[in-house]
Structure formats: structure tokens, C-alpha cells
């Protein structure tokens, strides 16, 4: 059942109680009022009536010492006679409870002459067919007789008057029910619009669509609750796009790790093949080797990163407040045997959080990579020479490559430029991405395999940290990241 339903059915059971208690309590108020009033009225009657039976009795002849029955029965036909539109009911009985006189129509049994004495008065509501009555019974003691005087009022119209009541009573609750019924479908209908709109923002998400919100209507705990549910819903959507393009990394990293298992894999086959299905001669046997070996090489090298890369992303950071220019030093001594690249160190000193090791594999594999692209004729074919607008769009510094290191806002900036062959804009976000190369044939040819740059950028997670790359086709690139100052470097 619905629960706009139910709220509406517990309100009406509850209002259908509070209006038959009230009803029944207020009708049944009146009438035991009613009653109470036509009970003193009758008693009083009866007073009087036995008041003026003594009266009367005075006027006896004084011949008679007590009052004789044929003087009862006259003085009670008067009395009978003397009631409001034409006759009373009235009985008389005598000392023994004797019935002397009866009114036509006096139809109560004699149940209250027993109960009533010379002292007492008594009465009781009784039920006659269709009719109901106050039945009283008083004494009279008129010239030496105790006698007793029944009477019967009829008070029908009390209970006519309580069986309409009830009656008006059930229909106003009839209707108040009915239209109140009417009401309450709206008012539910209003107050659980929003488990309704919260209802359907859980199918469509269920169905697939995370974009889906719903709507806030309200601020009560209803309207809390559904931005409660729009802010786990954005929570959801975004851990879902991450999982998203985590897998879709994932796959991309498996189809190029295949790509690049495939290409050195197919050269070892073939070469290895050829070795030892065809006699060939001394030199051709040393190439087909040298190939083999080469290209085994290159696995080992891929195989190691892919390790490195392994083993940075599981690592937890172990960072140590470290000089920089320790790591500086380090780099410059590493460096100081490649002569064929002009590489300029400098930095300002202080102490910055970093687990040094990892950092010099990043700056290594940077450093590397800037030499790779200043290489003479890494932007040109073999046998160009360098024409004087490039040499001019490098600012003379071709073959430079600068490290440096500087305390800027945000952190320690470290940075690797080179005046090389640049990086294309479109493909700048791609080569981070794991065996991502700007140009395959010449990467491979210098033993990459596009894994240097994923590597660094999995060791600055570590570091909380980015790789920003500033890069011009054909000027140049400047390859940087900031790590966090220690308080020891102030
Ligand atoms: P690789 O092992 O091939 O060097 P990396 O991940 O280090 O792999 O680099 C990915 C690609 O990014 C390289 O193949 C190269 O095309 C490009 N690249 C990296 N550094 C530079 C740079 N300083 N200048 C120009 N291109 C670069």
C-alpha cells in the first residue's frame, strides 16, 4: 500500500474516533440532562399531587373517622381528570400496597410500590412498547390512611431527541469524514512528493543514469534528506568516472603494453628463426645476434620500469626533510661525464620534504629525456643541418639544458629546460600515459618505451605532486614540479 495511503487511512481511523467518542459523549450529555430535568419535574408533580390529594381529603364529611376507598377513588378521578390535555396516569394503593384506584392507561407493574414506605419517595425509568416514562410512587397520608400515589410521565421525546442527535451526529461525521478524506489525499499527496521524487532519482540512478538528481522541494527532514541523497549521488558519479577512466587506462596501458611487447618479441623470433633455419655467413650471423641481443635489451629495460612503475605505486611516502642540494650535487656528478649536452645546474638551498631517491630517478629520466630531444638533429633528418631561424627560435641556446631549483609561491619549484625539439600541443596531456611516444620509431631507436614519464608522474603522487609540462613545437620544453618546504628552511 502506498504510504500517501496509509498516512490518509491512520488520519481518518484517528479522526473517525476522536468524532464517535466526542459525538457519543456530547449527544449522551444532553440527554442525561434532559432525562435528569423530566425526573425532577415528575417528582415535583407528584408531590404536589399527593399535596393536593391531603387537601382534599380535608374536606370530608367528619362523620368519617378514616377515608373511605369510594372517597380515594373520587378525590383520585379529580385528580386524574385535573392533568394538562385531558387526563393523567395515576394509580393509588392502599396500606397493604392494595391497588384502590388505576388511570386507564397506567401500565407500569407494581415493581416500585415495594420499594417506596411512608418516608421515601422512589422512581424509575420504564419502557412501555414504543414509549418511555418516569414511574414515581410518594406516600400521601390523608385522614388517617397511609395510602401511595403512582404517577407516569411520558418522556418519549428525551429518547426521540437522543436517537436524533445520534443520528445527525453520524451523518455529520459522514461527511466530515468524507471530505475529510478528500483533503487529506491532497495534503499527502503534497508531503510525500518528495519520497516520490527521491523514489525516482534511485530508479533512474539504479537504471544507469548517475547524472540523474532529484529535485529539492522542501527543508524540512524530507528536503535534508534528498540533498543528503545529491550529495552521495555526486559522490557516487565521481567515484564512477574514476573508476571509469581508471579502467579505461587500464586497457589502454594493457593494448600498448602488448603493442610493445609484440614489435621486440617479432624481431627476436624472426631473427632467431632465421638463425636456425638457414646457414647464413659469419657477418649475417653476427647481425641477426645483434639484433637479437638489442631487442632482449629493450625488454629488459621496459620489464625493469614496468617494475619501478609497480613498486612506485604501491609505495607509501617516506618522505625526509632533505637538502636540495645534496640532490643537486648528486645530479651534477651523475651528468659531469656527458659531454655531448651543455647541462646547467642551479638552485637555491633550503630543505624540502622528498624521498631523495625517488626524486633523482625522476630528474634522471627528465634530464635524460631533455637531452634526448636536444640531441644535434632532433628535430631535423639525418643530414640537415640546423637552419638559422631555429637556431634563432632557440635563442642560441641550443644543446642547453637548465635545471633549476627555486622557492616560489606554492612550494620548491624544480624544473629541467631544454631548447630541443618540443613537444607538439595536442600531444603534451598523452605522454604520461604509460608507452605514450610523440614519435615511436625515434623513441625506440634511443631504447624508450614510452614508460620514463609515467614513472615520474607516479613518484610525485607520492610526493603530492604534478608534473607541469610548458612545452613550443620546435623551441623547446620545460618540464617542472613543486615539492613541500620543511619549517627547518626558514
Ligand atoms: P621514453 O622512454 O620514450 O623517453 P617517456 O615517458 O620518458 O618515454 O617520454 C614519452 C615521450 O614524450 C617520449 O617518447 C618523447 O616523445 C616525449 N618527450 C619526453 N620528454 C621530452 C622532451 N623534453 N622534449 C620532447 N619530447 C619529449
Redesign the pocket.
Given at each position: 500500500m502506498k504510504f500517501s495511503i496509509k498516512l490518509v487511512l491512520s488520519t481518518m481511523i484517528v479522526l473517525a474516533l476522536a468524532l464517535g467518542f466526542s459525538g457519543f459523549y456530547f449527544v449522551n450529555y444532553v440527554f442525561e440532562t434532559s432525562l435528569d430535568r423530566e425526573v425532577g419535574q415528575a417528582l415535583d408533580e407528584s408531590s404536589i399531587l399527593s399535596f393536593a390529594f391531603e387537601t382534599a381529603a380535608l374536606n370530608v364529611p367528619l362523620k368519617y373517622s378514616v377515608l373511605p376507598d369510594s372517597v380515594v377513588e373520587e378525590i383520585a378521578s379529580k385528580l386524574e381528570m385535573g392533568g394538562q390535555g385531558g387526563g393523567r396516569l395515576l394509580r393509588i394503593a392502599g396500606e397493604e400496597k392494595n391497588i384502590l384506584y388505576t388511570s386507564g392507561g397506567f401500565t407500569a407493574d407494581e415493581g416500585l410500590l415495594p420499594q417506596t414506605d411512608q418516608h421515601t419517595k422512589s422512581y424509575r425509568v420504564i419502557r412501555e412498547q414504543e414509549s418511555y416514562y418516569v414511574h414515581t410512587c410518594v406516600s400521601i397520608n390523608a385522614l388517617n390512611r397511609i395510602l401511595y400515589l403512582e404517577t407516569m410521565k411520558d418522556v418519549t421525546g428525551v429518547f426521540t431527541e437522543r436517537a436524533m442527535g445520534f443520528s445527525l451526529y453520524r451523518k455529520v461525521t459522514v461527511v466530515i469524514l468524507l471530505t475529510g478524506t478528500v483533503i487529506m489525499l491532497f495534503i499527502a499527496s503534497f508531503l510525500t512528493k518528495p519520497i516520490r521524487l527521491l523514489t525516482r532519482a534511485t530508479r533512474e540512478m539504479a537504471a544507469g543514469d548517475y547524472t540523474y538528481r532529484a529535485r529539492q522541494i522542501s527543508r524540512d527532514e524530507l528536503g535534508q534528506l534528498t540533498g543528503d541523497f545529491n550529495r552521495m549521488a555526486n559522490a557516487l558519479e565521481d567515484n564512477i568516472c574514476k573508476l571509469e577512466e581508471e579502467i579505461e587506462a587500464r586497457e589502454e596501458f594493457m593494448g600498448a603494453f602488448a603493442h610493445e611487447l609484440k614489435t621486440p618479441l617479432t624481431a627476436i623470433i624472426g631473427y632467431a628463426d632465421m638463425l636456425r633455419s638457414h646457414k647464413l655467413d659469419e657477418e649475417k650471423s653476427i647481425l641477426s645476434a645483434n639484433y637479437i641481443y638489442t631487442e632482449g635489451k629493450r625488454l629488459e629495460a621496459m620489464s625493469l620500469r614496468l617494475l619501478d612503475i609497480i613498486v612506485a605505486k604501491q609505495d607509501e611516502a617516506k618522505l625526509q626533510e632533505t637538502s636540495v642540494g645534496e640532490l643537486f650535487a648528486y645530479l651534477q656528478e651523475m651528468f659531469a661525464e656527458k659531454k655531448d649536452a651543455d647541462i646547467r645546474f642551479t638552485h637555491e638551498e633550503t630543505m624540502v620534504w622528498m624521498e631523495a631517491n625517488l626524486i633523482k630517478t625522476v630528474l634522471v629520466?627528465?634530464i635524460?629525456?631533455?637531452c634526448?630531444?636536444s640531441e644535434p638533429g632532433g628535430m631535423l633528418a639525418a643530414g640537415e643541418t640546423e637552419p638559422a631561424a631555429e637556431a634563432a627560435a632557440s635563442g642560441g641556446k641550443a644543446g642547453v639544458i637548465e635545471v633549476t631549483g627555486q622557492t616560489v609561491d606554492g612550494g620548491y619549484r624544480i624544473a629541467v629546460r631544454?631548447y630541443?625539439?618540443?613537444?607538439p600541443e595536442a600531444e603534451q596531456s598523452k605522454?604520461?600515459k604509460a608507452f605514450?611516444?610523440?614519435?615511436k620509431s625515434?623513441?625506440r631507436s634511443?631504447n624508450?618505451?614510452?614508460?620514463?614519464?609515467?614513472l615520474?608522474a607516479e613518484i610525485l603522487k607520492i610526493h603530492h605532486s604534478k608534473l607541469q609540462i610548458e612545452?613550443k613545437e620546435g623551441e623547446?620544453?620545460c618540464?617542472s614540479f613543486l615539492l613541500a618546504p620543511s619549517a627547518r628552511s626558514n
Open positions: 629520466n627528465l635524460d629525456n631533455a634526448k630531444a631544454d630541443g625539439i618540443g613537444i605522454i604520461i605514450y611516444m610523440v614519435d625515434r623513441a634511443k624508450g618505451a614510452g614508460l620514463g614519464l609515467a615520474c612545452s623547446g620544453s618540464f
